[in-house]
């Protein structure tokens, strides 16, 4: 089943900060997070498996919170290059194939 | 450049047709998925398969079929194609298989236009 993306779109102002939730009906091992230009292909962010820490890449962080089966997505003092949708993907087992993707939730920063 | 290399691009087809799309995986990566994204639509998940055998089916029409050949590259054949078809389609590949399977790794895709 497809996870569940909020916000559905934001627009940030660079500079600013921002938060994207993914939740799922099913319990889940990993969850994934890509970012996807206009025109271009989905480029992988990170994964959180379960049990595991919190990521980071620079100034995008997640979280992934096994209980709840939600993650969220920080990205910290937006800058241009954020601007895409971004996409989490979440697989259910450790050895099942099937990553799902949420619908994606727009992201635009401005000046 | 991820690595993967999908053909063709882009192709131009009327309903009732068929058409291949092919699919050719980063060097060392067994793991070959396929995606399908409509018009501002997320990634669907068509069908994956890991060194020649199939792994997960996701909602994948009876009208598509996939196969992973022994050079692991893959080929998406549609048929009896409807003007719903039309979409970007993805191929993806990675070194495993499975949730714990790391990054995927896409292909520029090839946009299939119905008419």
Redesign the interface.
Known sequence: Q?PVQSPQAVILREGEDAVINCSSSKAL??V?W?RQKHG?????LM?L?KGGEQKGHEKISASFNEKKQQSSLYLTASQLSYSGTY?C?T??????????????TRLQVTL | DSGVTQTPKHLITATGQRVTLRCSPRSGDLSVYWYQQSLDQGLQFLIQYYNGEERAKGNILERFSAQQFPDLHSELNLSSLELGDSALYFCASSVLAGGQGGELFFGEGSRLTVL
């Open positions: 497809q091992y990993s994934h890509y271009e292909a989905p480029v992988f994964i498996l996409f993907g697989a259910s087992t450790g050895t099942a194939s099937k990553l799902t993707f949420g619908t994606g």
